[in-house]
Every structure is written in structure tokens, then in C-alpha cells.
């Protein structure tokens, strides 16, 4: 039995809250590469709109890709209850040994509801980032640009990237357990 590679995250949140996320790489296209993040701990529950989208022991499935301005999470509720699409803007991705990465995140969240519409989230955060000098203008510009890319891009058919769709939480389960 093969087992399935780790990586670790190492996740700036500015000013200086530091987190480490090990994730499970289930599938490394070049272009992509697709982490399952089991049995998160989140209590109380993260809300999104009012309504649970992550809670202590849920999953979610997350999409990488190298030099891209965000990642991309498959939310699911502890039951396995798909709740949406979550883009996070944040630094391109620096891959260290395959199983290292970092990134910083820039406060903006983009929220893709099952058959909802799409809502940026946490634009106080980003002015308070910005009043507090905890990221540059030049950043913060950055990471609205790259709302605005995926706003554009979720008004085509092809959005989000096919991947998310073909990489269930079921599928990053089994590739865990292949």
C-alpha cells in the first residue's frame, strides 16, 4: 500500500498569525495540484451568509495552482454536505520540496453557494489590513484585481475550472485510501 503524501502549509494571515495546515496531496497535475483536508477543526463552525460552510470534523477539498493570486476550496459540513465554493486571495503558492509550501493570505474571500450567487467577502478586512499598514496598496490593488479575474470568470460557463467539479470530496476520499 502506497500512502498518500502530506504537505504542509505554512499560512500567513498578516499581521503575524502564523498556521501550519497538513493536507493530503491526492492528485499533482503540474497546473493543479489537489490537497483533501480532513477533519477540520473548526468550533465554533465557520459561517458564510449565516449558514454553516465548515465545522469541527468536516472536509474540504482544496485546489493549488502554482502562481495563481488564489486557491480554491470544496466545502462540505461534517456529514459531507457540499456548501460551496471558496475562492481565497492570497500570495501565489511557493512549493518548497513538493511538501512545503507558503503563501500569505490577503483577506478577501470570494462565496459560490450551491446554486447561489457569487459574494465577495471580508472587504473591511482587507481597510483594516490596509489602514494598519499590515499589506502594501500595491498588494491590496492586487488582490482586488484578482476578484474582479474571478468574478469575470464565473460569468462564463467553464467557471470554476472543470477540475473542481471532477474532484469530489468522494474522489479525494478514495484517492486517500487507494
Known amino acids: 500500500m502506497t500512502l498518500t503524501p502530506q504537505v504542509h502549509i505554512h499560512y500567513l494571515r498578516p499581521p ?11 492528485s499533482d497535475q503540474g497546473g493543479v495540484k489537489v490537497t ?4 477540520v477543526p473548526f468550533d465554533p463552525p465557520i459561517r458564510i451568509q449565516g449558514q454553516v ?23 462540505h459540513r461534517a ?13 501565489p503558492v511557493e ?16 462565496w459560490i453557494p450551491p446554486g447561489g450567487e457569487l459574494a465577495v467577502l471580508d472587504r473591511d478586512q482587507l ?5 494598519k499598514d ?11 484585481e484578482e476578484v474582479e479575474r474571478i468574478r469575470a470568470a464565473h460569468e462564463k460557463p467553464a467557471r470554476p475550472p472543470a477540475i473542481v467539479q471532477v474532484w469530489t470530496l468522494e474522489r479525494a476520499r478514495q484517492a486517500t485510501e487507494a
Do not use: C, M
Not at 16 to 26: A, C, G, P, S
Not at 79 to 91: H, R, V
Open 16 to 26: 503575524d498569525r502564523k498556521e501550519v495546515f497538513v493536507q493530503y496531496l491526492v
Open 36 to 39: 483533501l483536508a480532513q477533519n
Open 53 to 75: 460552510a465548515l465545522e469541527k470534523g468536516s472536509d474540504a477539498v482544496w485546489f493549488t495552482f502554482p502562481g495563481k493570486w488564489h486557491d480554491i476550496g470544496r466545502f
Open 79 to 91: 456529514d459531507g454536505t457540499f456548501t460551496g465554493i471558496y475562492a481565497n486571495i492570497l500570495t
Open 95 to 110: 512549493i518548497f520540496q513538493h511538501h512545503r509550501w507558503k503563501t500569505t493570505d490577503l483577506f478577501l474571500d470570494v
Open 127 to 131: 481597510a483594516e489590513a490596509l489602514e
Open 134 to 144: 499590515w499589506i502594501s496598496g500595491e498588494t491590496a490593488a492586487r488582490a482586488r
